[in-house]
């Protein structure tokens, strides 16, 4: 066999163990460093505002992934009226170590989340979703597109079949959707709606989304960036409609936040439909009871 021969058979060979050997030492850095900072988080600010904490750490995916699988997450962001804390008894967040960046995350096991109202009062809900999942993509470090879905939530006060959350950057605005099918509300903010939703969808667009680019890349509160947006923002909803039993309800509007960043403005279908957001409650006129 001729010189040549032997090259073109094992350098393929070569190559792809080499790329093999690359793949696997990259794996090894950003894992220990993966590792390191999240030890470093723990209890601490991940961010200004936002605090996380967990018992247990496990990194997986060699050699093309990155899975963090914490248990016994927990979530606590400072908010204007106290924190709101989610705990979540298993989360993992899985990203490739090449390509763009994002992350799918999920939960499972019994969750929670706890807050305060513009009154100080507290409010809690437990939660044991079929199914947690979202995904995060980021650009140039910022935060561009959040999609999340919980299939089979099942809460004492809240259940839903399918619950959507949507977020996506474009320009100086920001696009979000809210989801909902077959849904009981017992009570809390949006108890008027219910108790029993078929469906729900909420299309709005936040303009100067510029307040918001020190949070989206990690540097800035979400309470200082709610401050800052709300003195000149609003939500413009293009579309709000829910259907429960035979009866429907169309509205779009304007919203703004208040001092306590809880939704405050009128959306209006015509003149006997119609939702008031008015601090932590909403008000709902032209839908009765099924």
Not at 217 to 237: N, Y
Request: hydrophobic share 45%; no cysteine; charged share 20%.
């Amino acid at each position: 066999m001729k010189y040549s021969s032997r090259f073109f058979l094992w350098a393929p060979l070569v190559l792809l163990l080499t790329l093999a050997a690359l793949a696997m030492i990259h794996w090894w850095i950003d894992a220990s460093a993966l590792s390191k900072w999240l030890d470093a988080v723990n209890g601490h600010d991940i961010m200004p505002g936002v605090r996380v904490s967990f018992a247990q750490k496990r990194i997986a995916g060699f050699p093309f992934r990155l899975d963090t699988i914490l248990k016994d997450l927990r979530v606590e962001v400072r908010e204007a009226d106290g924190p709101v804390v989610w705990t979540t008894q298993d989360f993992a967040m899985h990203a490739l170590t090449y390509g763009r960046v994002q992350a799918i995350l999920e939960a499972a096991g019994p969750q929670s989340l706890a807050w305060r109202d513009g009154r100080g009062d507290a409010h809690s809900f437990e939660f044991l979703p079929g199914s947690f999942r979202a995904s995060a993509i980021l650009q140039n470090g910022k935060l561009v597109r959040f999609d999340s879905e919980i299939v089979d939530l099942d809460g004492a006060d809240f259940r839903a079949a399918d619950a959507q959350f949507h977020l996506r950057i474009r320009s100086n605005a920001i696009d979000t959707v809210v989801k909902l099918q077959r849904a009981h509300i017992a009570g809390g903010y949006a108890a008027v709606l219910g108790p029993d939703l078929d469906a729900l969808t909420a299309n709005g667009l936040l303009d100067h989304a510029s307040a918001f680019d020190g949070l989206l890349r990690g540097l800035d509160s979400p309470a200082h960036a709610l401050d800052a947006w709300r003195s000149r923002g609003a939500i413009a909803v293009s579309d709000l409609s829910l259907s429960r039993g035979r009866q429907g309800l169309a509205v779009n509007g304007k919203l703004t936040l208040d001092a306590h960043h809880d939704p405050s403005g009128i959306l209006d279908g015509n003149s006997t439909k119609r939702l008031i957001f008015q601090g932590n409650r909403i008000l709902l006129s032209g839908l009765g009871r099924p």
